[in-house]
């Protein structure tokens, strides 16, 4: 596989482009700013982007899913949060944030096909109603559920403590601890990293 990672946006969201190093399709996960440096990295690379992922709809994971004629996936609890910038909370920092639409409502359970790679969605809800991470073979995206040695907000409107506990032990804690974590803000991390130094866990 191929993975290119950014860092866009004032809050330092890490947008992910991932592909099949066969085929070139690609996937771009929260592409929340910067959009431009995204379509360099596409067309410096060859890469041919399917559609977008958003791990959920705050608006610093969705800013820039409006510049690219892409697909956009996302959780079935979180499609509104597209098109609503209160619910994704770009009206509460006094801008407006709306997304086109969902194309594809995702469910726990759910695969979704980029090439040879096969990615398969884990509803990890708590920092939002319809957080998801993406699992692809020894990979866990995990959006703003888990982070290197944090876990995500839990303060924010729609957003449950003990709900993202529930998901990240539920969910998460039980594959490999060698499973790689690429968290929506912040370094990489692993599985095993986490169930030993993660003061929130």
Do not use: W
């Not at 290119?4 to 592409?31: M, Q, R, S």
């Not at 910067?34 to 067309?43: Q, S, V, Y």
């Not at 944090?150 to 998901?167: A, C, K, V, W």
């Amino acid at each position: 596989m191929i993975l290119k990672i950014f860092i866009v946006g004032e809050l330092e969201v890490n947008c992910y482009v991932l592909a099949d190093d066969d085929t070139k399709e690609a996937i771009i996960i929260d592409p929340g700013a910067e959009p431009e440096a995204i379509k360099r990295c596409l067309a410096k690379n060859g890469l041919k982007p399917l559609f977008i992922v958003n791990t959920h709809g705050h608006a610093d994971h969705i800013g820039a899913n409006r510049f690219f004629d892409l697909p956009i996936l996302i959780h079935e609890l979180e499609k509104d949060f597209l098109t609503d910038s209160r619910k994704n909370l770009s009206a509460a920092f006094g801008f407006e944030v709306i997304s086109p639409k969902a194309s594809r409502l995702l469910n726990d359970g759910d695969r979704i096909k980029v090439g040879s790679l096969s990615l398969a969605v884990l509803h990890t809800p708590g920092h939002s109603p319809g957080g998801i991470s993406l699992k692809v073979d020894d990979v866990l995206f995990t959006g703003d559920a888990l982070f290197h040695e944090g876990i995500g907000r839990t303060d924010l409107p729609n957003s449950s403590g003990p709900q993202l506990l529930e998901s990240i032990r539920n969910k998460i804690l039980v594959l490999p601890d060698k499973t790689i974590v690429y968290p929506g803000h912040g370094p990489s991390s692993t599985i095993g990293h986490e169930k030993k130094n993660n003061p929130f866990l």
